[in-house]
């Protein structure tokens, strides 16, 4: 695929700069016995890691589905980029351990100008790294370029303090390196949990962007014969691979033939505009006799008493089969949902206690913003 070849082409793009990093700053630091710039150094070292994690993730995510796994495993990026959080964390408590045993060690490094100009040189390279990174990651929306991106920018933070110190205690011969390290290190860490904490939720799984959710359903309700879009649910395995379903209403003296045509033109413009897999269910409009007009105002006026049933949708009164049935959607805000149904429920049999009543909670996957 392409996106993972451009993926793979910028960690390389990253691998690279950092092991020039890498070198640079090992010299620097034993010609100028620095512990801070040679944990500066080994912190880079763990980016160009984490570059090579990201290309084995993106290896693994471009798998065709298998018979093991027929949604693909595009979701094997998230697990990468929690390991990547992990890579940092590491960092950030050796950065934090490092800075400790100069401190009560006492080392006094010595510094010339050249080790100034390498470490700030090193800077610009690594935050350039690091915005290079983060374009690329949101070009190709990949979360482990993206975290190796923010993990760029947080080290650049760690060398400035490290050329702070260093400048401090070359012209006061005060030696500050080992606190600045340490509350870098701190900064390191809590980047390490906000990175961990996303991708985390992404494994979890996620509400669907309000956005693309609407733009689908916007589409959606303009097929011929769609007279209301409900219930979209989409599932992603990774980028632009969407497994979703819909319901959506139609006239109830719609033949299968013509059912048939809408779905398909449904499925179509899913597949080719949005990456997704679409399965459409259906449900039948009628509020067409008086009877069942009464009906459906009566219920609407009994839900709007509950203002957090977000929506009321697939109506349908059977006055033959004498079965009344609808769906609500509660608000996620809600803390009782179950009572709010169980009252609703009760609400409309003791209206029509000769009926059957099937009402279904529906969850609000995407219907809010
Ligand atoms: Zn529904």
Avoid: W
Avoid at 305 to 331: C, K, N
Wanted: hydrophobic share 45%.
């Amino acid at each position: 695929m392409k996106r993972d070849g451009e993926i793979i082409k910028t960690s390389f793009v990253g691998i690279a700069g950092n092991i020039l990093l890498v070198a640079g700053k090992i010299v620097v630091g034993l010609l100028a016995s620095s512990i801070s710039i040679i944990t500066d150094a080994v912190n880079n070292l763990t980016d160009a890691m984490s570059s090579i994690v990201t290309i084995v993730g993106t290896k693994l995510s471009g798998k065709k589905p298998d018979k093991k796994h027929p949604y693909g495993h595009g979701r094997t990026e998230f697990i990468t980029s929690a390991l990547i959080a992990m890579i940092i964390f590491v960092a950030g408590a050796l950065a934090i351990y490092e800075s400790v045993v100069s401190l009560i060690d006492g080392e006094q490094p010595a510094y010339d100008v050249y080790s100034f100009v390498i470490v700030s040189l090193a800077i610009v390279v690594k935050i350039a790294l690091g915005l290079y990174f983060r374009l690329r990651g949101n070009k190709l929306s990949s979360d482990a370029l993206r975290a190796s991106g923010t993990d760029a920018l947080m080290d650049s933070i760690l060398s400035f303090g490290t050329l702070v110190g260093a400048l401090i205690s070359y012209l006061t011969g005060v030696h500050l390196e080992g606190y600045i390290g340490i509350v870098i290190g701190l900064l390191i860490i809590k980047s390490s949990i906000d990175v961990f904490r996303e991708s985390a939720s992404k494994i979890i799984g996620e509400r669907t962007d309000a956005a693309f959710a609407k733009n689908m359903v916007d589409d959606i309700a303009k097929v011929p014969g769609v007279l209301g879009v409900y219930d979209l649910i989409i599932n992603n395995y990774g980028a632009d691979r969407n497994i979703a379903s819909v319901h959506v209403e139609v006239a109830d003296d719609m033949t299968a033939k013509e059912i048939q045509a809408m779905e398909r033109s449904i499925g179509y413009i899913c597949y080719e505009k949005f990456g997704t897999i679409m399965t459409v269910g259906v449900y039948a409009k009628n509020d067409e006799t008086e009877g069942q007009k009464m009906i459906k105002e009566k219920i609407l006026s009994i839900v709007k008493d509950y203002p957090e049933i977000l929506q009321t949708h697939g109506f349908y009164a059977d006055e033959e089969r004498r079965v009344i049935s609808l769906d609500i959607v509660i608000s996620f805000d809600c803390k009782t949902p179950d009572k709010t149904y169980k009252e609703v429920c009760e609400k409309v049999s003791a209206a029509y206690p000769d009926y059957t009543i099937q009402i279904v909670i529906d969850n609000d996957f995407s219907l809010s913003e």
